[in-house]
């Protein structure tokens, strides 16, 4: 069996031909290790590589399942992502590598002791840790043009973003480094990422997976999810995530609830809308169209309106600033000239902010969950665009909607921050359209610890062909939809 194709498979599959010994874990970690030599010199989503580790852990996985006395079948559950590549954006803790956020500043710290409870979690189910991704400075951006480490440029067009803050995550999933990535979301750092890429990207319920072992940017709104290149394996690598852990005081202690058993239940039965309003005030025409190419795929034809939207949009952006001003106060002291300047003057403008401001902005953001869980009381799932625009010109210093001219890095998650700032599940699906050479993904939304009806969504999506997420060219960086 060729480890490149089976690579390019997806890690279900891999996971299916490890288990039943048709190909070695060692071989997979091989083939995506070479596939991070090929490519990421032009795609620079990695910022460290974990080689000796990864064919350590893949040779030891080899040997126990060579210690089977027949191969584990399909459903063999204890290890549901054997043998598969993965990476993490470099705000997860490492052993044995510097936890640097994106930063000039953290990389003069010691090297981290543990890995974070999530990768720990992933490789618990058989997944191999392959490295550390590209981001944005402290995760405050939408487009992971991070000075310090260079742009992580956009696997379909290498002369555009990738998307922020996880943009190396996202990144090396559509280029088929690996095929499964974790993230952090605070604003919208997963499904912008996931929209410019054409990946699949999951913002669980805010508090669902802990945190723990991970560089914050505002404890009150931080959230971690996978990337993936299928639903099914976006279900399968949550449900690996999935626990509490009292450790992250903001984790709910809830049980286990798996997902990737349910994904197939389809769409019956689900009352679904689209977002209007506010959300369709924000969009481009592909944003725009690719809404509509959905909607019309699953027959949905009710729009409903939010109220407040601005508002919460306004309080994210106080919160964000104000917390992480807050965290870096004694850096920004003491050494202002190493942070990127953008990311700098937003923490200095947040840590002047007014104490009565911050408090107003919590009361709006309950004001609006409030408000929310009102307009979906009966409503399943909710659809809106995750950006307003594709992926845009590395560089570039405007964007242009609704022939409005708005500034291109904060306006990216302009669809995103209100729904983050209230914690509610998302998927981030993507979606290519004929008129358009780049993809642009459509949140999926639903009510909190609902991921298993955002996934199901998604799965039916992807079966019509409505949705999909190919791996970019390897030859040139510049994609088409398959």
Known sequence: MNPSEVLDAGAARIADAVRRREVSATELIRASLARIAATDPRINAFTDITAERAL?????????????????PSSYSSLPLAGVPFAAKNLFDIEGITTRAGSKIERDKPPSHHDALLIERMENAGAIL????????????????????????????????????????????????VPLALGSDTNGSIRVPASLCGVFGLKPTYGRLPRTGTYPFVASLDHLGPFARTARDLAIAYDALQGGD??????????????????????????????????????????RAALDHVATALGVDRRIELPGVERARAAAFLISNAEGGALHLPDL?????????????????????PAAWINTAQRVRHWFARQVAQSMADVDILLTPATPVAATPIGAEWIEIEGRRLPARPSMGILTQPISCIGLPVCAAPVWLPHYRLPIGVQIIAAPWREDLVLRVAQALEAMGVVAAPIASSTTGIGAAA
Do not use: W
Not at 162 to 170: C, T
């Open 56 to 72: 350590g852990r893949a040779a030891a996985l080899d040997s126990k399942l060579a210690a089977a006395s027949v191969p584990a």
């Open 333 to 353: 002291r003491t050494r202002a000239a190493d942070f990127e300047p953008l990311s700098r003057d937003r923490f200095i403008a947040g840590a002047l902010l």
């Open 246 to 287: 009292p450790r992250d005081p903001a984790c709910a202690q809830r049980p286990v609830e798996s997902v990737a058993p349910l994904i197939d239940r389809g769409i019956d039965g689900l009352r679904i809308a689209t977002l209007g309003g506010y959300f369709d005030e924000h969009r481009g025409p592909q944003a």
């Open 130 to 177: 392959v490295g550390a991704l590209n981001m944005d400075e402290y995760a405050y951006g939408f487009t992971t043009e991070n000075s310090h480490d260079g742009p992580t440029r956009n696997p379909h067009d290498l002369s555009r973003i990738a998307g922020g803050s996880s943009g190396g995550s996202a990144a090396a999933v559509a280029a088929g480094q």
